[in-house]
């Protein structure tokens, strides 16, 4: 099993990034993903989780407004249209899979906002 975030780096705020999460050596259609994020000394928090069938998503309020969650089943990737960047969302963004029994992540991929 993998997952493999890129799309992360540098961006002045107010730009834009898109994420990308490559999955691989499970049934990604069958898993709900879900993405994370964690700035040191900080718990891992939540940033968007979209469905099986990419019918629904879910946003924590910060968020909202100025992150899309979105997925290919086809291509097994999960992405993260990131907009209107803000300094307080640096952090390292995680990709979660997610079913009833089991959970996987991948190794994070570093976004900074900053000028």
């Known amino acids: 099993v993998q997952l493999v975030e890129s799309g992360g780096g540098l961006v002045q705020p107010g730009g834009s990034l898109r994420l990308s999460c490559a999955a691989s050596g499970f049934t990604f259609s069958s898993y709900h993903m879900s993405w994370y994020r964690q700035v040191p000394g900080k718990e891992r928090e939540l940033v968007a989780a979209?469905?099986?069938?990419?019918?629904?998503?879910h946003y924590a309020d910060s968020m909202k407004g100025r992150f899309t969650i979105s997925r290919d089943n086809a291509e097994d990737t999960v992405y993260l249209q990131m907009n209107s960047l803000k300094p307080e969302d640096t952090a390292v963004y995680y990709c979660?899979?997610?079913?009833?029994?089991?959970?996987?992540w991948g190794q994070g991929t570093q976004v900074t906002v900053s000028s």
């Open positions: 979209i469905s099986s069938d990419g019918g629904s998503a």
């Open positions: 979660q899979a997610a079913n009833s029994d089991y959970d996987y």
